[in-house]
Nanobody, 115 residues
Framework: QVQLVESGGGSVQAGGSLRLSCVLS????????MAWYHQYPGKPREMVAH???????NDIDSVKGRFIISRDNTKNTVYLQINSLKPEETGVYYC?????????WGQGTQVIVSS
């Protein structure tokens, strides 16, 4: 059974940083393009960054230079380093594959950014 477990969230002031982690189990992690998604309260989930199996990464324009996605295939883990956080980046962060996401999603990890 595939399982996604996110961690690392917390409460920070605007401008702060956090490092999120996500472990994917029950499948061959290294073959998956992994992504991080952000869901602001009351809004749809949005992909913010993804990373290919070989390590090439891409992110959306609004987070360029501040969000850094990485992966460790030996630990079945994908990371998201988030810097210079903004209040509008409050919400729940989830990881999953970029396409044909696994179900169910993990519980996510909560990030609260205060101004």
């Amino acid at each position: 059974q595939v399982q996604l477990v996110e961690s690392g969230g917390g409460s920070v002031q605007a401008g702060g940083s956090l490092r999120l982690s996500c472990v994917l189990s029950g499948t061959i992690f290294r073959l998956n393009t992994m992504a991080w998604y952000h869901q602001y309260p009351g809004k749809p989930r949005e992909m913010v960054a993804h990373i290919l199996p070989g390590g090439n990464a891409n992110d959306i324009d609004s987070v360029k230079g501040r969000f850094i996605i990485s992966r460790d295939n030996t630990k079945n883990t994908v990371y998201l380093q988030i810097n210079s956080l903004k209040p509008e980046e409050t919400g729940v962060y989830y990881c999953n594959t970029l396409n044909k996401q696994y179900r169910p999603w993990g519980q996510g990890t909560q990030v609260i950014v205060s101004s």
